[in-house]
């Protein structure tokens, strides 16, 4: 099975502090991505990255960046966290030929 | 940009019941995935479809891919209590001169199953 994992299931930072989101995918996949999840607004695609080192702006890059070192080790950076980043974050794997995508369990950040 | 729908918004039936829920888009996926969100967790794939007219079942789910390539539906039979969640759509266009095709997420079904 695909295993996706997030490094943090809850996290409550304060204003203005970085933040550090960990994911690791164990399949070996090219492509990861990070989303956030808002009530009423879905799931909105906020990086992605299709290899190590190669990272591409989603739909809302703004107050974030990313980190991918290696293959299998995605980070989303919130460089100085904000009241309206508080959300859930997905992060997702899959393989470059177009298959599935597979999410990880979820990081709900809350920052006050 | 690629929209895409799905319906219902929200399904209340009875243990046993059978259920129906269908997604369309404006332009054509090669792609439909089907997802269930429990609460507080991430989406678990259910269904991954990858050709026109395509029909996949995973025991109580079926999902086909329309022929036209720009719906897809998924059916759960014999509901049960677990089978409470919310379901998305996902659909995934040309990839163009990349690797990556972006996903589309429809809004999601929301289930309640009253036993």
């Known amino acids: 099975d695909v295993k996706v994992t997030q490094s943090s299931r809850y996290l409550v930072k304060r204003t203005g502090e970085k933040v550090f989101l960990e994911c690791v995918q164990d399949?070996?996949?090219?492509?990861m991505f990070w989303y956030r999840q808002d009530p009423g607004l879905g799931l909105r695609l906020i990086y992605f990255?299709?290899?190590?080192?190669?990272?591409e702006k989603g739909d809302i890059p703004e107050g974030y960046s990313v980190s991918r070192e290696k293959k299998e080790r995605f980070s989303l950076i919130l460089e100085s966290a904000s009241t309206n980043q508080t959300s859930m974050y997905l992060c997702?794997?899959?393989?470059?030929?177009?298959?599935?995508?597979?999410f990880g369990e979820g990081s709900w950040l809350t920052v006050v | 940009g690629q929209q895409l729908n799905q319906s219902p918004q929200s399904m209340f039936i009875q243990e046993g019941e059978d259920v129906s829920m269908n997604c369309t888009s404006s332009?054509?996926?090669?792609?439909w995935l089907w997802y269930k969100q429990d609460p507080g967790e991430g989406p678990v794939l259910l269904i991954a479809?990858?050709?026109?007219?395509e029909l996949t079942s995973n025991g109580r789910l079926t999902a086909q891919f329309g022929i036209t390539r720009k719906d897809s539906f998924l059916n759960i039979s014999a509901s049960i209590p677990s089978d409470v969640g919310i379901y998305f759509c996902?659909?995934?266009?040309?990839?163009?001169?990349?690797?990556?095709?972006?996903?589309?997420f429809g809004q999601g079904t929301i289930l309640t199953v009253h036993p």
């Open positions: 479809l990858y050709k026109a007219g």
């Open positions: 996902a659909g995934r266009g040309n990839a163009g001169g990349t690797s990556y095709g972006k996903l589309t």
């Open positions: 990255s299709y290899d190590v080192k190669m990272k």
């Open positions: 332009s054509i996926f090669n792609t």
């Open positions: 399949m070996d996949h090219e492509n």
């Open positions: 997702a794997s899959s393989s470059p030929q177009g298959g599935a995508i597979y």
